[in-house]
Every structure is written in C-alpha cells, then in structure tokens.
C-alpha cells in the first residue's frame, strides 16, 4: 500500500516568489492535513481538508493557502515567500473520522 | 502558545534501559493522544495513541501512561535499541481535525 507522496522533496525559491506543494494520500483516505516543521517553532499545524472543503486552519498569514481536489490529491501555496518559511513542509493524511494521521516525509523548502 | 508540553529536551539511554518522555495538557477537551516518532529526513511516523478512558497501552516495547486528573501522559521505551534512537512527538487533538505536538524529545540510545 502507497503512503502519503509528497513533491517535490526539496525546493529552493527565492524571498517574494510563490511556490506550490503537492501532496498524494494513501488511496481511500479523504482527510489532508499540511503542517510546517522548523527548528525554532516546531511542528505547526496549517490546515486541514476534507471532501474538498476545508475544515480547520492554523494561525498562519493568508499567504499560506490550500485546496483540495476531488480524487483527494492536495496542494499548498505560500505567495511572496519570505526568508522564515524556509521549513519542511508535511502532508498527512487520515480516513477522516480517525485521527490516526499518516505522514508524508515532506517537502523541505529553502528561501534565499 | 505550545498546547502541549514535552519533556526532558533529549534523553541518552543504554540499550536494554527504558526511556520515558513525559507530556502535559491544558485543554481539556482534548480526547485523543498519539505519540510519534520521527527519524532524519523523514516524516513523523504513528508509534501509539491513547484516549482518556484508558489509563495504560502497551504496544509491543512501547507503553502509554495516561493520568487524566494530572492532564499528563508519558510513552515508555522498554528495553530500548540503538534502532530507537529518533526524536518523538506527544501530540493532542480534540476532535477539530488537527494535532498539537509537543516539541519533541530527541532519543539517542548508547550500545
């Protein structure tokens, strides 16, 4: 069974470019969840989708988005990235009533 | 601010010792608690979870504590393995479809 497919692995933007995150869940599971891993601040939770429809977001600026597609796919945008969203970014995915996330192994982001 | 408070930082253990990371909580509406554990360059993996009708779990070398008056919980490593040598997340979700880990403890097991 395929786990959760996170691309690309590693991304280098430069500060006020915008960049686009794909995450693939384990085939059935409708629950994507995003979340930002740093040093610093941790694992922090961005959003959560489900169905296509948004169900939670974490305290992050609106230049932090997402959406999710009807086959369940999921991609996450930042527009004008800024030095401090260098992180590695984490896709998890769930059946969607069952917390029991399942992670990808991330897209590390560096901001130059 | 941090939901859910992890400790020590780092712990090193002889193999065959038990490591134990202890985790507390605030929110009492949280009703579900994983622990994972994530090696370099990978993911966060799914170790054990817990809810608050249970006081203990056991999973092979792996057991949950979980005191729901002291709002704490702690993961036990029994006879650890230089192989469990990772860093390990308690986390905490109230049913609002997101997770609120702890810092996270760095394990570093000695042979």
């Known amino acids: 069974k395929a786990g959760v497919t996170q691309t690309p692995r590693y991304l280098i933007k430069t500060r006020g470019q915008q960049v686009t995150l794909s995450c693939s869940p384990i085939?059935?599971?409708?629950?994507v969840s995003w979340y930002q891993q740093t040093p610093g601040q941790g694992l922090q939770f961005l959003f959560e989708?489900?169905?296509?429809?948004?169900?939670n977001k974490g305290n992050f600026p609106g230049r932090f988005s997402g959406r999710q597609f009807s086959n369940s796919r999921s991609e996450m945008n930042v527009s004008t990235l800024e030095l401090g969203d260098s992180a590695l970014y984490l896709c998890?995915?769930?059946?969607?009533?069952?917390?029991?996330?399942?992670f990808g192994s991330g897209t590390r982001l560096t901001v130059v | 601010q941090q939901q859910v408070k992890q400790s020590p930082q780092s712990l090193i253990v002889q193999k065959g010792g038990i490591s134990i990371i202890n985790c507390a909580y605030e929110n009492t509406a949280f009703d579900y608690f994983p622990w994972y554990q994530q090696f370099p360059g990978k993911g966060p993996a799914l170790l054990i979870a817990?809810?608050?009708?249970?006081s203990e779990k056991k999973e092979g070398r792996f057991t949950i504590s979980f005191n729901k008056s002291a709002k704490q919980f702690s993961l036990h490593i029994m006879d650890s393995q230089p192989g469990d040598s990772a860093t390990y997340f308690c986390?905490?979700?109230?049913?609002?479809?997101?997770?609120?880990f702890g810092a996270g403890t760095t394990v570093t097991v000695r042979a």
């Open positions: 986390a905490a979700s109230s049913n609002d479809y997101k997770l609120s």
């Open positions: 998890a995915s769930s059946h969607g009533g069952d917390p029991g996330y399942t």
């Open positions: 817990i809810r608050p009708d249970v």
């Open positions: 989708y489900f169905s296509e429809t948004q169900r």
């Open positions: 085939s059935g599971h409708r629950s």
